[in-house]
């Protein structure tokens, strides 16, 4: 899409080894994702490396197929996403990029599923409506995280999540599949990380 942007200097830091054993020391079994969450991993590492690259990042985790809809450990796709961005990152230009790819694939995935079409629907009344619906789409897609919706201008929004499991960069891609499906021009998405576990994300189109 002509005129994208997103937070693309530099690397954050947050691809670690490190970082991903913190992230799981964080976890609790109640903290889980949909299925969807996985196949978008999985279908993008398959797309760009093969089926053995997926297989690989598969091996990571005891279960071995995902029901979109149904609910897994955050912990076990952890595993998942952070062994898909590394085995991406070379092909990428980096760790947060391979990110930004796996996440863009979410919102065609998701916009595609009965529940997807029926937020899609709200965009007949402008992108803003359907943007509203954000954080009533991230609680129908994990159980943790605390989402708020913030209105800059007509254009111009901020998303903050706290105890949010996902990297920044996973919100940045996944904002610009949809601005993608939507067709909005312009776009610029910023993320950063404003503590252990909260996201802020700052979007905006136009011309």
């Known amino acids: 899409m002509i005129g994208s942007e997103t937070s693309t200097w530099g690397e954050s830091g947050l691809g670690t080894e490190q970082e991903l054993q913190?992230?799981?020391?964080?976890?609790?079994?109640?903290?889980t994702?949909?299925?969807?969450?996985?196949?978008?991993?999985?279908?993008?590492?398959?797309?760009?490396?093969?089926?053995?690259?997926?297989?690989?990042?598969?091996?990571?985790?005891?279960?071995?197929?995902?029901?979109s809809f149904f609910h897994y450990p955050i912990s076990d796709y952890l595993r998942v996403l952070y062994t898909s961005a590394w085995m991406l990152s070379d092909r990428h230009g980096g760790f947060?990029?391979?990110?930004?790819?796996?996440?863009?694939?979410?919102?065609p995935g998701f916009l595609a599923s009965t529940v997807g079409k029926a937020f899609l629907l709200l965009s007949k009344e402008g992108p803003k409506h359907l943007i509203n619906n954000m954080p009533v789409a991230f609680r129908a897609a994990a159980s943790f995280g605390e989402v708020s919706l913030h209105w800059v201008g007509p254009r111009h929004g901020l998303l903050h999540i706290?105890?949010?499991?996902l990297l920044y960069m996973n919100h940045e891609g996944g904002?610009?599949?949809?601005?993608?499906?939507?067709?909005?021009?312009g776009t610029r998405i910023y993320g950063r990380q404003v503590g252990p576990l909260d996201n802020e994300i700052e979007f905006s189109w136009g011309d």
């Open 175 to 185: 904002l610009l599949g949809l601005f993608r499906a939507l067709e909005l021009p």
């Open 96 to 107: 947060d990029n391979a990110i930004r790819r796996i996440a863009g694939g979410m919102a």
């Open 162 to 165: 706290r105890r949010d499991f």
């Open 22 to 31: 913190r992230r799981l020391s964080l976890a609790t079994p109640a903290d």
């Open 33 to 67: 994702v949909r299925g969807l969450s996985f196949h978008t991993s999985l279908d993008a590492v398959r797309a760009d490396l093969g089926e053995a690259a997926a297989a690989h990042c598969l091996a990571q985790v005891p279960e071995k197929s995902f029901r």
